[in-house]
């Protein structure tokens, strides 16, 4: 088990599920661990249970609603200002939402506001601080469910358009290229202590899905007994944030620990450009050009 006393880490998403859980264990191995979430009541039990369990009070919180961009903003200005370096991202937080389209603050999808274009702004932000660290990564929560993306960019929107399960689909794609296209840009640009993968955590036993309504949520219910557990599920991105085996591996995508094929038509060079282009105009930002 690797010790991590050294290591500055953020974790999206972390007051529940695999977040919680992957935020627990690396500050059990000793990191500085700074916890993103939307919610203060939470955040605060969440940092003080974990503290509890790691018996040190490096854990730090942030707040931020990934899907209001100037909150990701204020969020990366304050994180700029008292942390030396990140040595680890893990863009963790995912949504999937109901069965009637809702809009951001910003008026985008809410879907890809939180699941793509949050993560996409908070890593452009960050990436001074990732570059400050000797030897950082990126790990970012994508799921088998891309397998079921129709995008069209089009209609990013999903104005004309809308399912709750197909955004959902499509973000968990829209993360694999933003992984590959991140990966593709920090070798062009020689940055070479800075890598990036995105990983399916696997079918995990949670309230994951519980908004979605309708079919899809009497389906995961029935599913639940089948599915694996939340330690389970965030095993490969502990693994991805700390294994020594990978640290210079970047731009993939893995499930239970090994590298996976993305088999997806969508799956293309010129689509990972043309996403990370529309999502810097969406975002306001520009790296990594």
Do not use: C
């Amino acid at each position: 088990m690797s010790d991590l006393q050294h290591q500055i880490i953020l974790v999206t998403g972390a007051t529940s599920g695999i977040g919680k859980v992957t935020a627990t264990e690396l500050a059990k191995r000793g990191a500085h661990v700074v916890l993103l979430a939307r919610n203060a009541d939470k955040a605060t039990a969440t940092q003080q249970e974990i503290q509890a369990a790691a018996g040190h009070q490096r854990v730090d919180v942030l707040l931020a609603d990934l899907a209001d961009l100037a909150s990701v903003r204020r969020t990366a200005a304050e994180f700029n200002a008292r942390y030396p370096r990140l040595d680890v991202l893990v863009n963790n937080a995912g949504l999937l939402f109901g069965s009637q389209r809702q809009v951001s603050v910003d008026g985008y999808e809410l879907g890809v506001a939180t699941n793509h274009l949050g993560p996409f702004l908070l890593t452009s932000l960050l990436l001074d601080k990732l570059r400050a660290s000797p030897a950082a990564r990126v790990v970012n929560l994508s799921s088998k469910a891309h397998k079921f993306a129709r995008p069209n960019l089009a209609d990013f929107q999903s104005e004309r358009s809308y399912g709750a399960m197909r955004v959902y689909g499509n973000t968990k794609l829209y993360n694999i290229l933003f992984t590959q296209e991140l990966a593709r840009r920090l070798r062009a640009h020689g940055i070479a202590n800075v890598t990036t993968n995105a990983v399916h955590p696997g079918v995990v036993a949670s309230n994951f899905g519980a908004s979605a309504g309708g079919l899809f949520s009497q389906l995961a219910l029935l599913a639940r007994p089948f599915m694996i557990s939340v330690e389970e599920g965030a095993e490969t991105s502990i693994f991805l944030a700390t294994a020594p085996e990978v640290a210079t591996v970047s731009g993939g995508y893995f499930a239970k620990k090994k590298p996976q094929p993305v088999k997806h038509p969508f799956n293309t060079l010129a689509h990972a450009r043309e996403l990370w282009q529309l999502s810097e105009q969406l975002t306001g930002t520009s790296f990594l050009a």
